[in-house]
């Protein structure tokens, strides 16, 4: 039973197109997460949602909005992709107490042709 | 500005070897650390972590070492087994009010049967 899964796990597209990642953890966390993997194997945190409420946006583009139906849904909306959108998107959950982990999904691989 | 550093980006270690993984970081303000470890296309899974009040934790055959005065910590896995190839990456989080984690660029280990 997968703890936190995205979809899709491969998306391929062409710039200009809008798309959307969907994540959905079932841990019973309070806080989601989106990570951006880019080319260098950087691993940087995008957004952090907080029982459905915005509290870290890492000065990611207007084009990218995460939404957040409930506690344990985060999607990612990306609107007018571009090159430099290619990476891999990770989704992760973990209860806002402090000094605990974080749990991921296995990742959006998302290529803009 | 990297505030977490694995210099490192690949090490190959003898299966039933030590393998030691490093990791610097700058800001002071962080004060817990995690070890992810990160299969191919898949998402980085937890595997250890330290409190900066201490500095040693030890879970099966895995051991980081917290060095706050140097901010240096490193993992210890011993002994090493083919299914510990992998990228490990180290995370930090801070005293920051969330819990967003500060990740490093990751060392890929290679266990050499």
């Known amino acids: 039973d997968t703890a936190v899964s995205q979809t899709p796990k491969y998306l391929v597209t062409q710039m200009g197109n809008d798309k959307s990642i969907k994540c959905e953890q079932n841990l019973g966390h309070d806080t989601m997460y989106w990570y951006k993997q880019d080319s260098k194997k950087f691993l940087k945190i995008m957004f952090s949602?907080?029982?459905?409420?915005?509290?870290i946006n890492e000065t990611v583009p207007n084009r990218f909005s995460p939404k957040s139906p409930d506690k344990a849904h985060l999607n990612l909306h990306i609107n007018s992709l571009e090159l430099g959108d290619s990476a891999v998107y990770f989704c992760?959950?973990?209860?806002?107490?402090?000094?605990?982990?974080?749990?991921f999904g296995q990742g959006t691989r998302l290529t803009v042709v | 500005d990297q505030q977490v550093k694995q210099n490192s980006p690949s090490l190959s270690v003898q299966e039933g070897r030590i393998s030691i993984l490093n990791c610097d970081y700058t800001n002071s303000m962080f004060d817990y650390f995690l070890w992810y470890k990160k299969y191919p296309a898949e998402g980085p899974t937890f595997l250890i972590s330290?409190?900066?009040?201490?500095d040693k934790n030890e879970d099966g055959r895995f051991t980081v070492f917290l060095n706050k005065s140097a901010k240096h910590l490193s993992l210890h896995i011993v002994p090493s087994q083919p299914g510990d190839s992998a990228v490990y990456f180290c995370a930090a989080q801070g005293i920051f009010g969330n819990e967003k984690l500060t990740f490093g660029t990751g060392t890929r280990l290679t266990i050499i049967p």
């Open positions: 949602y907080n029982n459905k409420e915005l509290i």
């Open positions: 992760a959950s973990s209860q806002s107490n402090r000094n605990t982990e974080a749990f």
């Open positions: 330290i409190s900066s009040i201490k």
